[in-house]
T-cell receptor, first 116, second 115 residues
C-alpha cells in the first residue's frame, strides 16, 4: 500500500525566508503528484500538479520538483509571506484496480506559520 | 467555471435528524468524490462516482448515503449520525480519460457537527 510522508510536520519562519517542504512516497508507480494548500478548517486548494513524466512545475513563488525513482518531491516557496501560513498537503495519484480513476494518497501535511 | 461548490458551509444536526450535503461542479468532470477529514488528519476517501454511477464505496456505514442525480451534482444524505461523524466533508471532482493524469479539484467543504 502506498504511504506518503511529509517532513517537517510543522514549520515556523520569519517573513522573507525561502522554504523547502518535503514529501516522500513508498511506491514509485504513480500517475502524478499534487500539492495542496489548506487553510484552517477550509477546503483544499490545488497549488501544483506534476505528472509522473515531469521533473518540476512552477507557479509564481512556488516550485515543485519530482524524483519519481527515489519517491521524493519538494515544494519550494520563495520569499515567504504571512499569507502563506497554512497546511500544505502532498498527494500522489496511484493506480487502483487498473482504472484510470486511480486513488489519491495523502501525506499528513506540513503546518506552516510565517510571522511578520 | 473552475470551482467545486459545496453547501452548506456549516451544519449542526441532531442524531435523529436527516440532512443532506450538496456538491456542484460545471467543469465537465465525470468523476466526483466524497472525502471525510477529521482535525489534523489527511482526507479519507468515502465514495467515488464515475459517469454518475457509484464505483467505489470505502466500506462507509449506511447512515451515509451518496447520490449522483446528474453529471454536475453530488449529494450526501445523512441519517442517524453519531457524534464521532463530526468532521469536515469535502467534495472533489476530476476528469476521466484514457490517460490517468488528471488532477483533482476540491470544494471548500461542509463543517458538520453532530450533537
Amino acid at each position: 500500500k502506498q504511504e506518503v510522508t511529509q517532513i517537517p510536520a510543522a514549520l515556523s519562519v520569519p517573513e522573507g525566508e525561502n522554504l523547502v517542504l518535503n514529501c516522500s512516497f513508498t511506491d514509485s508507480a504513480i500517475y502524478n503528484l499534487q500539492w495542496f494548500r489548506q487553510d484552517h478548517g477550509k477546503g483544499l486548494t490545488s497549488l501544483l500538479l506534476i505528472q509522473s513524466s515531469q521533473r518540476e512545475q512552477t507557479s509564481g513563488r512556488l516550485n515543485a520538483s519530482l524524483d519519481k525513482s527515489s519517491g521524493r518531491s519538494t515544494l519550494y516557496i520563495a520569499a515567504s509571506q504571512p499569507g502563506d501560513s497554512a497546511t500544505y498537503l502532498c498527494a500522489v495519484k496511484d493506480p487502483r484496480r487498473g482504472s484510470t480513476l486511480g486513488r489519491l494518497y495523502f501525506g499528513r501535511g506540513t503546518q506552516l506559520t510565517v510571522w511578520p | 467555471d473552475t470551482e467545486v461548490t459545496q453547501t452548506p458551509k456549516h451544519l449542526v444536526m441532531g442524531m435523529t435528524n436527516k440532512k443532506s450535503l450538496k456538491c456542484e461542479q460545471h467543469m465537465g468532470h465525470r468523476a466526483m468524490y466524497w472525502y471525510k477529514q477529521k482535525a489534523k488528519k489527511p482526507p479519507e476517501l468515502m465514495f467515488v462516482y464515475s459517469y454518475e454511477k457509484l464505483s467505489i464505496n470505502e466500506s462507509v456505514p449506511s447512515r451515509f448515503s451518496p447520490e449522483c442525480p446528474n453529471s454536475s451534482l453530488l449529494n450526501l444524505h445523512l441519517h442517524a449520525l453519531q457524534p464521532e461523524d463530526s468532521a469536515l466533508y469535502l467534495c472533489a471532482s476530476s476528469q476521466i480519460g484514457q490517460a490517468p493524469n488528471y488532477g483533482y479539484t476540491f470544494g471548500s467543504g461542509t463543517r458538520l457537527t453532530v450533537v
